[in-house]
């Protein structure tokens, strides 16, 4: 994009923070996923903005699994993660996790404790809930809250030793029950959970809150400038008041607005109801939201980052259409896919005057978008593998394909007019019988004939065979989780269609998975990872606009 792009709200923070020579200039940033299921396009957002700010300020980007949380964490989540932010283009300064600072954590909560400011809490969830209080009404304060300082520190030691049951104590900060922020009403710190970690194993029983670790962990890395979503506004004066009574690396909290895309959910707990119900194949499978799965599809990387650029940062929620994300992605597969052939429903045409047993090689560009593609060679014989759209009985004016009587140019090769057809005993049409021009052959057209359309094919002799997968959105509705009821009951029955027999042309029978190319007038496809030595399967990335169905709506 050639056009100067204006400063987004959180460039110009940084910017000012630079001039303003805050920590020296210096720009640090975290991602910080909970490794509780696979990364999806809202985090693909989060991670171009962090990883793209300190590229941008020539500072450093962490990745810091956020794994204070036992009971959900798996080694799986934590692969797929570091694996997803490579392929998008990033590279972390440092793998970190919360997890390794349970220790320092823990040492500032007995900090806090000796400050006076830290209590050991012997309500039940249900009494705490009940001393709360109302955004109106102040809470009470719990009867535990005026423990001595020693007593909470023996206590504290007691919970980290194992003495107790899950939900027996808790460790709670000491702020203000009346405080008009209700996150600050005494906010829990540490819960007892009696739970085998994915990393720390055994080690603990008690767990930091996420209040209580991430500021804290944002602060021992030294981040500058930490980005997080807007529901987290209201908890950035607890970040700020930990950090404050600890005195510790003053980082920043900054809110954006969360990513959400139509046609599909975004929260990893919905996403994990559809892996497990198997309403899809696995959370790579191409019509999840995931990072992976749109990699499975087809989607570049590059797309998926210009697609985050170009919505680019928000203060307020919105839903982005899914259009402008496939609109992305068809920008950069044409500028890289070669163009080929293949037919996905045929009929077979049959050049009634073209030489028994005669085999033509045509060269073909490989990409007209870029000269340096070059070309390959497509055999062409007396009889082709068509698509069956490509042919009417009785066409309407407007219809530049084949019916009887009309002409067309088979793409790289020669013009044909269609003469005959037949049909099997369901009426449907098996062979379309044409007459080829010979004079007309592409490249040395002597013919002298212009005809609007040009339709691919491949030759019968030739043609390999492959599997199809056609996506479709995954969800019926632009919102399926602010619909009534459960969102399940939006999924699109038909968001995958298989189509087992293709034909495709005999130089992309050699295609490896993840290779992506244009079937010319079908779309963007790739070689998808279920695919074997003896059978190629072609996902359906995206399709092309559809010039047909435009054209019919101006008629
Ligand atoms: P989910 O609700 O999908 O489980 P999460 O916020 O719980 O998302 P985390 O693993 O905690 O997922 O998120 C890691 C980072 O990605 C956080 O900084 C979070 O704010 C950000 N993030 C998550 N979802 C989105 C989204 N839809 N748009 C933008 N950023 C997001
Ligand atoms: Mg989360």
Redesign the pocket.
Known sequence: MSEEKSLNFLEEIIENDIKSGLHNGRVHTR????PN?YL?I??A??ICLNFGLAKKYNGKCNLRF?DTNPSTEEAEYVNSIKSDIEWLGFQWHKELYTSDYFEQLHDYAVTLIKKGLAYVDDSTAEQMASMKGTLNTPGTDSPFRSRSIEENLTLFAEMRAGKYKDGEKTLRAKIDMAHPNLLLRDPLMYRIKHEHHHRSGDKWCIYPMYDFAHGQSDSIEEVTHS???LEFIHHRPLYNWFIEKLEIFPSKQYEFA???LTYTV????KLLQLVNDKHVNGWNDPRMPTISGMRRRGYPAEAIRNFADTIGVAKRENIVDLGLLEFCVREHLNKVTNRVMAVLDPIKLVLTNYPDGQTEVFEAENNPEDPASGSREIPFEKELWIERDDFMEEAPKKYFRLAPGKMVRLKSAYIIQCDSFEKDADGNVTTVYCTYLPESRSGNDTSGLKVKGTIHWVSVAHAHTAEARLYDRLFSVSDPANEDGDFKDYINPDSLRTISTIYIEPELSKAKNGDKVQFMRNGYFCVDSDSTPDKLIFNRTVTLRDNWAKEQKKA
């Open positions: 991602f910080p996923p909970e299921g999806h809202g985090h957002s989060s956020d980005i997080c979503t969360r990513r959400n975004m929260s990893k707990r």
